[in-house]
């Protein structure tokens, strides 16, 4: 599976939606399904880059189109780091916030939807990213499956996270891993 393209130099830019790039190389099909809010404004971006930070904080920096063209490495951003889940309520709690005030109300709430909802998605998308880790290896199903639990059949072309130790796949529809 191709891994996403980091580039030492510039940052990364990318909006959190289900078919951006930056997202597909970095969560696994059903965690892109388990997101529960993407974004829908394009008056931001989400970026990654390198600079004045190790990665330790797993930062996610937001650029809004005011500051496309500005080299100001101070720009807002989170720690999407488990521990901080909760902190960011209001852009108020997000570093150097100040600088999301161009920002008109509809997509401050777009911003903080994401934030808030998906924090979740987010702190695995950061994790893969600044670890460089690879996604877990996903497993293409052809033949008919039938979930023991909820009764859901599977079949065609379906990718799914690999099955647990027991040979049995975690079913897309109850979420237990009683599909085989
Ligand atoms: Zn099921």
Redesign the pocket.
């Known amino acids: 599976m191709p891994k996403k393209t980091k580039t030492t130099a510039s940052a990364d830019l990318f909006r959190f939606v289900a078919n951006d790039p930056i997202v597909t190389a970095n969560l696994t099909a059903t965690e892109i399904a388990a997101v529960e809010t993407w974004q829908d404004s394009d008056d931001y971006s989400f970026e990654f880059h390198e600079g004045h930070t190790s990665g330790d904080g797993r930062p996610i920096y937001i650029r809004p189109a005011s500051l496309a063209e500005s080299r100001d490495g101070n720009i807002p951003k989170i720690n999407a780091v488990d521990a901080n889940k909760g902190t960011y309520k209001t852009v108020a709690n997000i570093i150097n916030g100040g600088k999301l005030s161009s920002l008109d109300n509809l997509a401050q709430a777009d911003l903080m939807g994401v934030i808030i909802n998906s924090y979740d998605s987010l702190t695995i998308l950061a994790r893969r990213y600044w670890k460089n880790e690879d996604l877990p290896q996903v497993a293409q199903v052809r033949a008919t499956m039938s979930?023991?639990?909820?009764?859901?059949k599977i079949s065609g072309d379906v990718y799914l996270d690999p099955p647990n130790p027991f040979g049995k796949y975690k079913?897309?529809?109850?979420?237990?891993f009683?599909?085989k």
């Open positions: 979930c023991g639990s909820c009764g859901a079913c897309p529809k109850c979420k237990k009683t599909l």
